[in-house]
C-alpha cells in the first residue's frame, strides 16, 4: 500500500524565519511526487517534481526530491505571514487507470508576526 | 482560467438522507475525483473516473457511488447519509498521462450528517 509521511505535523516560527518541510514516501511505482498549499479552502498547486537532484524554485519556496533516499523537501525562506498553511505533501503512482494521489496528513505552519 | 465548481460549499443533512455531491469542471479533463478530508487524516480518495461512465474505487468507497454520465460532470452519493460521513468532501479533475499529474480543486463542500 502506498503511504506518504510528512513531518512535522505541525510548526510555528516567527516571520522571516526559513523552514524546511519534510515527505517522505513509500510506492510501488513512483511517477510524481507534488506539493500542495491549502489555506481556508481547497489546495492549490505548489510544485510537481519527477526527477532527483534538479530543484525546482518560486520566489520563496523551492522544493527537491531524492528518489533514493525517496523523500522531498519543501523549504520557505524569509516567511512571511501569508505563508501561514497546511502544506501537502502527495505522490502519484504509475499503476491505475487515473492519476489518483496518494496524500500524506500535511504539515500546518504557522508564522507569527 | 481553471475551473472546478461544486454545487454547495455548505451542506447539512440528516441520517438515512441521500445526498447528492455534484462537481463540474471546464477544463475538458478526462480524470475526475473525489476526496475526503478529516483532520489528522489528510486526503483520502473516495472515487475517480477516467472516462465517461467509468470509474474505479479510491481507498475508501464504502457507502458512497459515483456517477459520470457527462465528461464535465461527476457527482458523489450517499446512499444513506451517516454521521461518519461528516467531512469536507473535494473534487479534482486532471489531464491523464504522465506529463499531467496536476490536479486541479474545487473549494469543497462541508458536509454535517446530523
Known sequence: EDKVVQSPLSLVVHEGDT?????????????????????????????????????KKSGRLSSILDKKELFSILNITATQTGDSAVYLCAVADSGGGADGLTFGKGTHLIIQP | DVKVTQSSRYLVKRTGEKVF?????????????????????????????????????????????????????????????ST?????????????????????????????VL
Not at chain 1, 20 to 30: G, I, K
Not at chain 2, 31 to 40: A, E, I, L, T, V
Not at chain 2, 84 to 112: D, H, I, K
Open chain 1, 19 to 55: 523552514v524546511t518541510l519534510n515527505c517522505s514516501y513509500e510506492v510501488t511505482n513512483f511517477r510524481s511526487l507534488l506539493w500542495y498549499k491549502q489555506e481556508k479552502k481547497a489546495p492549490t498547486f505548489l510544485f510537481m517534481l519527477t526527477s532527483s537532484g534538479i530543484e
Open chain 2, 21 to 81: 455531491l455534484e462537481c463540474v469542471q471546464d477544463m475538458d479533463h478526462e480524470n475526475m475525483f473525489w476526496y475526503r478530508q478529516d483532520p489528522g487524516l489528510g486526503l483520502r480518495l473516495i472515487y475517480f473516473s477516467y472516462d465517461v461512465k467509468m470509474k474505479e474505487k479510491g481507498d475508501i468507497p464504502e457507502g458512497y457511488s459515483v456517477s459520470r454520465e457527462k465528461k464535465e460532470r461527476f457527482s458523489l452519493i450517499l446512499e444513506s447519509a
Open chain 2, 84 to 112: 461518519n460521513q461528516t467531512s469536507m468532501y473535494l473534487c479534482a479533475s486532471s489531464f491523464p498521462g504522465s506529463s499531467y499529474n496536476e490536479q486541479f480543486f474545487g473549494p469543497g463542500t462541508r458536509l454535517t
